[in-house]
T-cell receptor, first 113, second 115 residues
Framework: QQQVKQSPQSLIVQKGGIPIINCAYE??????FPWYQQFPGKGPALLIA?????SEKKEGRFTISFNKSAKQFSLHIMDSQPGDSATYFC????????????FGSGTQLTVLP | ETGVTQTPRHLVMGMTNKKSLKCEQH?????MYWYKQSAKKPLELMFV???????ENNSVPSRFSPECPNSSHLFLHLHTLQPEDSALYLC??????????????FGEGSRLTVL
């Protein structure tokens, strides 16, 4: 019940395309949904996060869409660039505790020039 | 530069060796974490230290032993590891373990290979 299922495992798009990464969860008590971005040789870094009281959040070219009834959330990258090529992890948090953060298995995104 | 520094970046060890991974954070945070990252798997939380209290993941084998001498330094002592322990070990910190969920600051990791 603590799992977060992430898909696809890998994704290749052309520059300017809109890659979409999806995550699903079971535990309705989750109340915080961050996305992390990890470049090769680096640690993950927080990209954007959403709480379940809103259905969408935008930060620059990155948008999180949240569907509470379906227990799903997704990351959209508008006008993707080769520099966006990285591994993206979704996560779900419980009760405001970093100890209770459950990560997805990651999506390796490649944006072709 | 995330403010979390891990050494060594790469480590190769035999199954009978004893080694340690080191993490230092310069962010003034009160909680530090060890995560294990294996290919195509979710990040796995191994240990949490907050205000010098340790919280363990009970599924972590005893061949991994953490040490947190102060709020800025964290070690992971390794002994008699198995080849399946080969992975990227990430250290992270946060301002407080009970708030700021998701606001983890990660180091660049220590790539461990067990022969």
């Amino acid at each position: 019940q603590q799992q977060v299922k992430q898909s696809p495992q890998s994704l290749i798009v052309q520059k300017g395309g809109i890659p979409i990464i999806n995550c699903a969860y079971e535990n309705t008590a989750f109340d915080y949904f961050p996305w992390y971005q990890q470049f090769p040789g680096k640690g993950p870094a927080l990209l954007i996060a959403i709480r379940p009281d809103v259905s969408e959040k935008k930060e620059g070219r990155f948008t999180i869409s949240f569907n509470k009834s379906a227990k799903q959330f997704s990351l959209h990258i508008m006008d993707s660039q080769p520099g966006d090529s990285a591994t993206y992890f979704c996560a779900a948090g419980l009760g405001g505790s970093a100890r209770q953060l459950t990560f997805g298995s990651g999506t390796q995104l490649t944006v072709l020039p | 530069e995330t403010g979390v520094t891990q050494t060594p970046r790469h480590l190769v060890m035999g199954m009978t060796n004893k080694k340690s991974l080191k993490c230092e954070q310069h962010l003034g945070h009160n909680a530090m974490y060890w995560y294990k990252q294996s290919a195509k798997k979710p990040l796995e939380l191994m240990f949490v230290y907050s205000l010098e209290e340790r919280v363990e993941n009970n599924s972590v084998p005893s061949r991994f032993s953490p040490e947190c001498p102060n709020s800025s330094h964290l070690f992971l002592h390794l002994h008699t590891l198995q080849p399946e322990d080969s992975a990227l070990y990430l250290c992270a910190s946060s301002q407080h373990p009970q708030v700021s969920a998701g606001e983890l600051f990660f180091g660049e990791g220590s790539r461990l290979t067990v022969l």
